[in-house]
């Protein structure tokens, strides 16, 4: 039984350790240790070296980390702590190890930095907490005295005293909740969907002219990447084809806008608004060349043309083939920046223009979805052959799943190249297609505020969290990770309209016309 | 116009080497109950499969009216008013009834995207039609209450009702069913038999069915055929088909007819 405990709690220790030892190669516990010392007010300089004691506040925390998920959810607290202890001596064995071989590296002054090109003497240092040698037997006591105290931490907290004193909150807040609700007024119960929605479309609207250009270019790119994902969402979430070229509809739109309204290289300088028209047809041009081939395709077969795809516009884009044609690897610069009746366009502007597409995209997309058109691609998703025995012409809704898709990426596209006044091959490279793949799936498909808290998620935080920057991919493979264990339909999945109780409702209109039409008289 | 509403002449089908169908004929009269049986894997579903357009016959023609529609589209043949049911119940699980029964009404449906998108008067007048006729179409199948509930969530005996209120949607001449009892109770069974029978008399549809049960078979078709490795080896009323020897040999093995002669003697017997 104890050795059992022991074993199990061992071998957590051991992951622990090889995780945290793969983080330091890759430089890893310094923006942690940076990230610490900001928060705590001490500034580090870009490109210089938090102090050791920060080290040992993220050595801390991993180590109660370590403890508390050692801990088995049953069993005495004798046996929980002695997990947490054997769990923190383990990831301190590791960590000696680990530290034993830098502290020779140091001592030999080895570089390895051809092979590891993030483990320098200074990051060595202070994984070593500025003590040389002597680190590494404090990483032990370190890592074993945090073991035991997230034991302890964990018995502690999960304990039923504990547990009462949350409950006893939770009721409270449900209880004020409650009595507050009963005393609100009739019409604020009916119509408090709507005046919430209210207030954030002011909060929306006052924003942009107020905080700066940095934060509206990163909230454009967050509404920019929304349009993006409603587009992806009809092809993927609707109509379940698993799409993953999307970048290359995105191109379409922002060449279309760029290539009408530079001087270089053709000099046509047709105007934004009309070019973001035609920057959307051929987008909607390419879903539809895209989708003829593909259209008896399914699953991993179509991931891969449709991944393919993506790859060719860009190489396309980058190749000397286009050169004079698209400008080549330098992309399109000076693009014209559109006018509002005679206006010029600012960073406030283009703000507004999004949340205005934006808005207009989730209008658009909540009309289709509850159409005839939404469910027969709903129905095609879920079930292609049945789809075709109910008389649904398969081919055909797919393709107008790609076009519809294909027009809201190439209005996205439109709009980003003319914000940036630039646009080169490098904008539409394979990551963002996974990107946008990424927001529908972390945010929930078919789901508009999973699809808007994902954008903010993946494509905002990382934006304000410029520390992460170098990690984004870490943190991102990570969190997709994790999403897909935790909450497998999304951040905010999606739940189906109560349709009964509105055709009833149309269904009484109808067998009692007369009532209806007395009371609409009356009301005259 | 043809009297026969749905007619196979030598249908067959194979995969690889198995004939799975094997040159079978089939008249089926308009506004009758018509069963197809046989033991497992005599063909059956892959001659619905043919029927409703999934397979397409390598030769043999299916005449729906008079007219071939052997090969043609299955989405097509929908829309002419052949609708089915299958084995295993194949619903739209992730959508509610409700939904599952709306995108049965895409035949009777007009609007295209475009509507969707503006909202036209033609958009609204349909969608509240559509609404009504599906809780007319839930009411009709037993289904009212559960509309909104995801078709996963339904207990099986109301899934299978609700994978007929879908067929029964797109207002078919023709309804195909496979199996509609498998897995069901005595109870659940009597309560579709009925439902079958009511088809057929309230809504004119002409019924053809697979089926097992032979209580359910015998006591509601008005034809049968029997199908055995691929082949039809009988055909008639279920009179007939009971006293049928090959029929009986397919099911019971060589011999098994007068083993089941012995039987009934016995049974007149004591009956006496």
Redesign the interface.
């Known amino acids: 039984m104890n050795k059992d405990i022991i074993r199990t709690s061992r071998r957590k220790g051991l992951i622990f350790g090889i995780v945290l030892v793969f983080l330091v190669l890759i430089n890893f516990h310094i923006m942690i240790a940076t990230m610490i010392s900001k928060l705590l007010g001490t500034n580090v300089l870009r490109g210089a070296f938090p102090e050791a004691r920060f080290m040992i506040i993220f050595l801390v925390l991993y180590g109660l980390w370590v403890g508390w998920s050692a801990v088995s959810r049953e069993g005495q607290t004798k046996t929980k702590l002695l997990e947490g202890l054997v769990a923190g001596m383990t990831t301190g064995f590791v960590l000696v190890l680990f530290g034993l071989i830098l502290f020779y590296l140091l001592e030999t002054r080895t570089d390895v930095r051809r092979y590891l090109t993030a483990l320098s003497f200074s990051s060595i240092n202070i994984f070593l907490l500025d003590l040389e040698g002597v680190g590494v037997p404090v990483h032990f006591a370190l890592s074993t005295l945090t073991g035991l105290f997230g034991g302890a931490l964990a018995v502690g907290l999960r304990s039923g005293a504990v547990k009462g004193f949350w409950n006893n909150i939770k009721s409270f807040i449900i209880n004020q909740r409650q009595r507050i609700t009963e005393k609100l007024p009739e019409f604020v119960l009916k119509y408090g969907k709507y005046l919430i929605y209210l207030v954030l479309l002011v909060v929306l609207l006052m924003m942009p002219s107020r905080w700066g250009s940095y934060n509206n270019f990163v909230f454009g790119m967050v509404g920019l990447y929304v349009i993006l994902a409603i587009g992806l969402n009809i092809m993927l979430g609707l109509s379940g084809q698993f799409m993953i070229g999307i970048a290359a509809l995105f191109a379409m739109g922002a060449y279309s806008v760029a290539l009408l309204n530079s001087p270089i290289p053709h000099g046509v300088m047709l105007g934004f608004w009309p070019s973001l028209v035609i920057g959307m047809l051929v987008a909607v041009l390419g879903g539809l060349l895209l989708g003829l081939p593909i259209m008896r395709l399914r699953g991993d077969y179509l991931a891969i043309v449709t991944l393919a795809f993506g790859e060719i516009i860009r190489i396309l884009l980058n190749s000397d083939l286009l050169t004079d044609f698209t400008g080549g690897p330098r992309g399109v610069q000076n693009i014209q920046q559109p006018r509002f009746f005679g206006t010029p366009f600012n960073d406030v502007s283009y703000a507004y223009l999004i949340i205005i597409a934006m808005a207009v995209s989730i209008f658009l997309y909540y009309r289709l979805e509850n159409s005839r058109t939404g469910r027969a691609w709903l129905a095609i998703k879920e079930d292609t052959l049945v789809a075709r025995a109910t008389g649904i012409n398969v081919s055909k809704y797919k393709l107008l799943a790609l076009c519809i898709g294909a027009a809201f990426a190439g209005l996205a596209g439109g709009i980003f190249a003319a914000r940036n006044q630039f646009t080169g091959p490098n904008d539409h490279t394979l990551m963002v297609s996974i990107n946008v793949l990424s927001v529908v799936i972390v945010g929930g498909m078919n789901s508009i505020p999973g699809i808007i808290l994902g954008s903010f998620a993946l494509r905002g935080l990382p934006e304000l969290l410029r520390e992460l920057e170098t990690y984004r991919l870490l943190v991102f493979g990570a969190l997709l990770v994790f999403m897909m264990l935790a909450r497998p339909e999304g951040l905010w999945p999606s739940s189906r309209p109560d349709l009964e109780q509105k055709g009833t409702l149309g269904l009484k209109e109808d067998l009692y016309p007369e009532e209806e039409e007395e009371e609409g008289r009356e009301n005259v | 116009m043809s009297e026969f509403i749905i007619e196979a002449v030598k249908v067959s089908k194979s995969f690889g080497g198995l004939k799975a169908v094997n040159e079978v004929d089939l008249q089926i009269p308009q506004g009758s109950i018509y069963s197809i049986i046989g033991p497992n894997g005599a063909g059956k579903t892959t001659f619905f499969n043919c029927l ?3 397979y397409t016959p390598e030769t043999g023609d299916i005449l729906y009216y008079g007219t071939p529609i052997q090969g043609m ?3 097509f043949i ?2 002419q008013g052949i ?2 049911t ?1 084995q295993n119940v ?1 619903l ?8 599952n029964v ?3 009404l ?2 009777k ?1 007009n ?3 475009l ?3 503006l ?1 036209s008067p033609r ?1 609204g007048r ?3 039609w ?3 006729e ?3 179409l ?1 009411e009709f199948v037993g289904l009212q ?1 559960y ?2 509930f ?1 078709a996963f969530n339904l207990p099986y005996g109301l899934q299978r009702r609700l994978e007929i209120a ?1 067929a029964l949607a ?1 207002n078919p001449r023709l309804l195909l069913l496979d199996e509609p009892t498998a897995g069901m109770n005595i109870q659940e069974t009597t309560d579709i038999t009925q439902f079958i029978k009511k088809l057929r008399d309230e809504l004119e549809i002409t019924i053809l069915l697979i089926e097992h049960d032979m209580k359910v078979v015998m006591g509601i078709s008005d034809g049968i055929t029997v199908l055995d490795y691929g082949t039809k080896i009988a055909e008639g009323s279920p009179e007939e088909i009971q006293s049928n020897s090959r029929v009986i040999e397919a099911y019971l093995g060589p011999g098994g007819a007068a083993l089941a002669e012995k039987y009934q003697n016995q049974r007149r017997k004591n009956n006496a």
């Not at chain 2, 739209?92 to 939904?99: G, Q, V, Y």
């Open positions: 409703s357009g999934f589209p299955t989405d929908a829309e609708s089915r299958y194949r739209f699980s992730e959508l509610t009834a409700m939904e709306l995108i049965g895409h035949n449906q609007t295209n995207w509507d969707a998108l909202h958009f349909e969608d509240k559509s609404l009504r599906a809780v007319r839930l209450g509309g909104d995801l879908r797109n």
